[in-house]
């Protein structure tokens, strides 16, 4: 890995850390060459603090490591990016992000979409809002409905009407996300079972 330390006539380039479950950007620090070394050599990563000018493993005093699981360099061998699985908390203030974050999973429009969900089912009134008046019927008509959209995917796998079927894979998660809250849980619970069963 070509990694030009020089640019900056510091000897020292940017590292973003990410965490390599969620994908969330956990801080910024420097690395000069060394402590690229000492990063690569015990798995955890270690920065050089600009303003302790040493040498600083994130974790030290805390016990809240950042436990390397990989490294990228960019397109202008400058910046490097590195994955990590955190040991506690990462900023100094004891929270999960630098930028005051929860590090949850996040799902993207998946997430968006469980949080308009959870809001329709507080807040909407039940006659205006399709989610809130399947709700108000109780977890049997919500997982009764779930079926329904499974045989429907089903039945449209079978054909050769492309969007159909992805229009009845929509109909099916979305009722399953619905459902999945009627139990109290949301798809990162799901995610969990999964991630506990790989190999």
Partial sequence: ???DFNK????LVPVIIQDAATKNVLMLGYMNEEAFVKTKETKKVTFFSRTKKRLWTKGEESGNFLNLVDIKNDCDNDTLLITVNPVGPTC???TDTCWDEKNNQNFGFITKLENTIENRIKNADSEKSYVASLFAKGINKVAQKVGEEAV??????KDNN???FLDESADLLFHYLM???AKGFKLNDVVEVLKSREK
């Fill in 179 to 181: 459902l999945l809250q």
């Fill in 162 to 164: 492309d969007d159909l």
């Fill in 152 to 157: 429907e995917v089903v039945i449209e796998a």
């Fill in 1 to 3: 890995m070509e990694i």
């Fill in 92 to 94: 100094h203030k004891g």
């Fill in 8 to 11: 900056n006539n510091d000897g």
